[in-house]
């Protein structure tokens, strides 16, 4: 092992400016460990310091490049050509808005642009005299069609708009899915009411919305008249106490004094309340040792103590049990010194002995020094055959030790790009054996199926401008919509007759609303179709036009670790299976639902799956129960063709590969079609944007972000209200602040400057991009916050470590720091300017200007600016440019012409950067000129007041100090 690993460093090169320009990774791979591979990506930046190209070995190699940029003067990316998703532009207005983009360009060569597939997309705001909140987003393909997918309609000032604290904020949301209404919203800026109306025809995927005009009587004659509501309740922190869905089930959560899940309840509609939760223990660091589930089924977590990874999840019917005491899962993991998982033991179930060979519940991983998954081992069903599209059909009953399992092994080769190639199977004891080959693209990371496509210069016609696959298999088309999510699917194609399809429809945040399956059976025409809800699924299946079934699912949304969905039938519920069954779903180290019990704790079904997806084993006590389970591999619901949706993009498990490029870009690594960095053992991805791991490593607090869980701002996905995206995300800060600072065991006086670090760092950077990392580093005794993009943490890390013109170096990156925690524990202090909360930004007649005394004679508090308490480096602030700026967010807010607005922002960007300001008398505050604010002439009377703490301003008020 040691031979594979050793000397395989990963070498980072700077240049001059600090800025990275190669990543040196040596590659080996355990079946010939002599041999070393040189691995090399480079960046090349232009003379600003801004990112302008990307290669990953493999292109680079080829000559090639997987991504170019052309930015602005301020660092905006306006132009991205990416060998994987096409090129893309990006404009803004004056006041920094999206104001047009244009998606899915192709090249047709010698570098000229294909605009033949382009999609342009506008945002329309509200006129200068008023706050300029987006108003609606038109979008113009390539053929000149024209349409306005999104309209924003505001409160008003009324009595009663204020009583429900709705006065400014988007209250009716026309999307490509109808309309999202919002009648009430918490102090905290949780939605308490919310009200979804379908567009008319939803289920035809040919129906595209449009609201043209400026009636929205109009535009709610599109709609249907069947209105679903979602009622919420919420306490004084933001913390949601219950929720109504719109079938009436009401679900109720109980918290500790530490704002952790205590226990949950579920009431069906005119039901009593059962437990889903009756309590949750937790340690002093914050993870989760014991849950005790309303079926009285408890979950154990074991960690290992020099790491804290997690290395035991036991699932148990406890004695005293009113079904008897049993253990029903306990998987053992064991890792590598890096955090690989090197072994997961079922030791809940038997060894087994079939055909001269001993199966036992145990999977076995290798990796090359990359950390690639380049084998696996494991048991699967013996009748099982090779891995396709369609899904295997559960073993009735339950395993027994007469049960035909037998061992498999998999093998997975990947190209210098990262791509998977090729996986081997081999179930020697079966002669199940077999080879899936993926060909991937010469010009870049886009790969198909071999059976779709042989050699490399096929691949990238099956791939639209944007990097969505045009087709599934053979025959089967996949069509996309204008915004690059997946339309439609035909699994059967009939000529001359109807084809089975099966379509989706999305909201304004490119989240799945609406699922229609048809399927030609006989003579008639099956109709399956799903809505989804907030906790709540409606299904529907009809044959021809009667309606055979209609089945409310209820997902429990705070039900632990593991996920519960409750089956209620209206009409149609099959025989063999109880209304209102209770499903608890038990999964493992990356979210697989592997073990199904009900409300009694009896097992409904059990479940394995291959590293990258795809079912290895599956039993169930009976075949009604097994058609009802949709969750499956990584807790995904698995479409029938075979997909699993994620939320923001499809995954096919067959080939490890995503059906489209990553539209969060290169968070997750230059390769977007890479699924979890090709370790699926221990990474897992959440939606479809960004791979994140099981646990944080002790010392580093990690919190990814990656792209606002309510879809913020982005030229190339759509848009949706600033007002209404911003207050439930600046909750999850405020929440992660007090939580981390608790389970770092800091002092309680440091969440209050922590939280608003973050949050401001969020508002004025991150609001309206596709992701970032906070962390909290403890170094030398001291303790650090810094905030960067996801894919520059690593790099923000260094510097600050290093402790070396850390501010510049940040500056560079976008990312900024904050000193938590000095050596020998002397905190930072709370400047009082900024914890001011009743005084206006606009102050007028202020305090005088104290002359000649600028900020770099005014010494701070003592204190070394190196990072690293031991350094020589001068404690002046004059000696170090750059500065993090805080409560821009305040002053984003205020409502001023774009003249102003421009005004304001070179004169925070001359902050930053560290410009020299006059102190106010009796005052800790500095001032720098507004020159030509309010329409006044030479340098006018109005500064841009700020404090100084360390490398940190904070800015306090617009004044007028004469």
């Known amino acids: 092992m040691s031979t594979v690993y050793s000397n395989t460093p990963e070498v980072r090169v700077y240049d001059n400016r600090g800025l990275s320009i190669r990543t040196i990774e040596y590659h080996r791979h355990p079946d010939s460990p002599d041999i070393t591979q040189e691995r090399i990506t480079r960046h090349r930046h232009d003379a600003r310091g801004f990112q302008a190209q990307s290669a990953d070995p493999r292109m680079h190699e080829a000559g090639r490049m997987n991504l170019r940029y052309l930015t602005d003067l301020f660092g905006n990316v306006l132009h991205t050509d990416s060998a994987d998703a096409g090129a893309t532009l990006a404009f803004g207005d004056a006041a920094g808005r999206p104001f047009m983009s244009i998606i899915n360009i192709s090249h047709a060569g010698d570098g000229i642009w294909d605009l033949c597939k382009a999609i342009t997309r506008t945002w329309q705001y509200e006129a200068p005299s008023l706050p300029g909140r987006p108003l609606s987003i038109t979008e113009t393909t390539a053929e000149g069609i024209t349409r306005i997918l999104d309209r924003f309609v505001y409160a008003g000032n009324s009595d009663t708009e204020k009583a429900q604290n709705l006065a400014g904020q988007c209250v009716s949301h026309y999307d490509a899915a109808g309309l999202q209404q919002t009648d009430s919203i918490s102090l905290t800026g949780i939605p308490l009411y919310v009200t979804r109306r379908l567009l008319e025809g939803a289920d035809n995927p040919d129906v595209v919305a449009d609201w043209l005009g400026a009636d929205t009587s109009a535009w709610n004659d599109l709609l249907t008249t069947e209105s679903f509501t979602t009622l919420t309740a919420s306490d004084a922190t933001g913390a949601v106490l219950t929720t109504t869905d719109a079938s009436g089930n009401m679900q109720r959560m109980a918290y500790n004094v530490a704002g952790q899940l205590s226990g949950s309840w579920l009431s069906l509609k005119g039901g009593k309340e059962q437990a889903i939760i009756r309590s949750v223990t937790w340690s002093a660091a914050g993870q989760k040792l014991q849950e005790v589930q309303g079926n009285g089924v408890v979950t154990s977590y074991t960690y290992e103590p020099e790491t804290q990874r997690l290395i035991g999840i036991r699932v148990e019917r406890p004695a005293g049990h009113t079904t008897g005491a049993k253990v029903l899962q306990d998987l053992r993991y064991e890792y590598d010194p890096v955090g690989n998982v090197l072994s997961i033991t079922n030791d809940a179930e038997e060894t087994r002995f079939w055909r001269n060979q001993k199966v036992v519940p145990e999977n076995m991983y290798t990796y090359d020094s990359l950390y690639q998954l380049v084998s696996a081992t494991g048991r699967e069903m013996a009748n099982a055959a090779q891995q396709g599209c369609g899904l295997p059909s559960a073993t009735i009953h339950l395993p027994t030790d007469s049960t035909a399992f037998t061992n498999y092994t998999r093998t997975y080769t990947y190209d210098n790009g990262g791509n998977l190639t090729r996986i081997r199977h081999h179930a020697p004891a079966t002669n199940n054996t077999y080879t899936t080959d993926i060909t991937v693209s010469d010009r870049s990371n886009r790969g198909v199926l071999s059976s779709l496509a042989t050699t490399p210069a096929a691949v990238d016609a099956l791939f639209t401008a944007g990097g969505q696959q045009k087709q599934l298999q053979p025959g089967q088309q996949l069509v996309w919509t204008t915004r690059n999510e997946l339309l439609k699917v035909s699994p059967v194609v009939r000529e001359g007759n109807t084809d089975d399809r099966e379509s989706y429809r999305y909201d304004s945040g490119s989240q799945r ?374 409560n821009r967010a305040r002053f984003d807010e205020l409502n001023l012409n774009a003249i102003d607005r421009k005004i304001l922002n070179k004169a925070i960007g001359d902050i930053s950067e560290g410009k020299v300001g006059y102190k106010l008398e009796n005052t800790n505050e500095y001032v720098v000129d507004l020159a030509g604010f309010r329409g006044q002439k030479g340098r006018g009377a109005f500064r841009l007041a700020f404090t100084q703490e360390q490398r940190t301003r904070t800015l306090t008020r617009i004044i007028d100090p004469h």
Not at 551 to 570: D, K, P, S
Not at 727 to 746: F, T
Not at 803 to 809: C, L, S
């Open 513 to 886: 609303v609406l699922k229609v399956s048809t399927q030609k059976t006989g003579n008639s025409t099956q109709v399956q179709r799903a809505m989804y809800l907030p906790g709540l699924e409606l299904r529907m299946t009809a044959a021809g036009s009667a309606e055979a079934e209609n089945l409310q699912v209820i997902t429990v949304g705070n039900a632990g670790r593991a996920q519960v969905r409750v089956l209620h039938w209206e009409s149609g519920r099959p025989p063999g299976i109880s209304n209102g069954q209770v499903r608890y779903s038990y999964d493992g180290l990356t979210g697989n639902s592997g073990l199904e019990v009900d409300k009694d704790g009896h097992v409904i079904s059990m479940e394995e799956y291959y590293p990258y997806g795809g079912t290895a084993v599956w039993t169930a006590r009976g075949r009604v129960e097994a058609d009802y389970k949709t969750a499956r591999y990584s807790g995904k619901e698995r479409d029938a063709t075979g997909l699993y949706y994620y939320g923001y993009r499809y995954y096919q498990p067959y080939s490890g590969r995503w059906l489209s490029a990553d539209p969060a870009g290169t968070v997750d690594g230059l390769n977007l079609f890479r699924m979890v960095r090709n370790n699926p053992i221990r990474f897992r991805d959440i939606d479809g944007r960004l791979s994140v791991e099981e646990l944080s490593i002790i010392g580093i607090a990690v919190i990814i972000f990656a792209l606002s869980i309510l879809n913020a701002m982005k030229g190339a996905k759509g848009i949706k209200n600033e007002e209404v995206a911003i207050n439930p995300m600046i909750d999850k800060l405020k929440e992660y602040a007090r939580s981390k600072i608790a389970n770092e065991g800091l002092s309680e006086s440091l969440v209050a400057p922590f939280e608003r670090f973050i949050i401001s760092e969020y508002e004025s950077k991150y609001k309206n991009k596709s992701g970032f990392s906070i962390k909290i580093l403890k170094c030398n005794d001291s303790v650090y916050a810094y905030v960067s993009p996801y894919e520059k943490a690593e790099e923000a890390e260094r510097i600050i470590i290093e402790g070396v013109d850390v501010g510049r170096k940040l500056n560079k990156i976008n990312a900024s720091y904050l000193l938590l925690e000095r050596a020998k524990n002397q905190t930072i202090s709370e400047s009082s300017s900024s914890a001011r909360t009743d005084t206006s930004i606009f102050e007028l007649k202020g305090s005088g200007v104290m002359k000649n005394k600028n900020i770099s004679s005014h010494k701070p508090e003592k204190a070394t600016e190196r990072m690293i308490p031991s350094s020589n480096v001068s404690a002046s602030t004059g000696g170090q440019r750059g500065f993090m700026i805080v």
